[in-house]
């Protein structure tokens, strides 16, 4: 079975875009889709980006662990709220951490915000840094607006039909993209 992981990449106080990370993790696992796992930035704590880890003489914790993650995943879904029309820097620091980690992964991503518009600006900016990595970033987005109303705590989406229809329309485009990339691997 495919394994994916979920970037939670947020660490604010409070926040809300990890909710859609839970609901994504849950949705993958109760439809048997493939493995899920969510790597939530807030319990890796990073510091603020020195030096890629390839260079780093002494890693900080659950840095290798998170490229080892990214690694071995046939596919990444990134949980991307917008913040000033840009991408939260703990994203930003995890991003940049790794290389070839990061090469034909394909990527899915999902922007996300609290406010009407959807974090619609955000997949410039984030789409735009995987592909100048060589990840496979699929073409195919889901922006989910007013977060904190439309999932509960817990994930759970107010309207949990509709949600999960878009959701996997999503999760089967990059299904397709992790397919294809193994066919390339025969
Ligand atoms: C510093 C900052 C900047 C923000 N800028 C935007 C923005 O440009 N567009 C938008 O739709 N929402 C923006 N928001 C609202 C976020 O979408 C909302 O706070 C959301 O919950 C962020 O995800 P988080 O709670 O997981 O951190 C911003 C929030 C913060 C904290």
């Excluded at 046939?74 to 620091?93: F, Q, R």
Aim: proline share 6%; hydrophobic share 45%; with cysteine.
């Amino acid at each position: 079975m495919p394994q994916i992981v979920i970037i939670s990449p947020s660490i604010r106080k409070g926040r809300n875009s990890h909710r859609v990370a839970l609901y994504f993790a849950d949705l993958i696992k109760e439809n048997n889709l493939a493995e899920a796992e969510i790597l939530d930035l807030l319990k890796y704590n990073f510091p603020l980006f020195t030096e890629r880890l390839k260079y780093l003489d002494s890693p900080a914790p659950g840095m290798i662990h998170f490229a080892e993650k990214i690694n071995s995943a046939d596919g990444v879904i990134i949980i991307c709220p917008e913040y000033n029309g840009g991408y939260p820097a703990s994203l930003k620091n995890a991003v940049d951490l790794l290389t070839s980690e990061w090469r034909r992964k394909p990527v899915a991503f999902v922007n996300v915000s609290d406010g009407h518009f959807a974090g619609s600006q955000v997949i410039i900016p984030i789409q735009f840094s995987l592909w100048k990595l060589g990840a496979l970033t699929i073409p195919a987005t889901l922006r989910l607006p007013d977060i904190s109303t439309t999932f509960d705590e817990d994930g759970t989406p107010a309207d949990k039909a509709a949600m999960n229809k878009r959701a996997s329309a999503l999760i089967h485009e990059l299904l397709w993209y992790i397919e294809a990339k193994s066919r390339m691997s025969e």
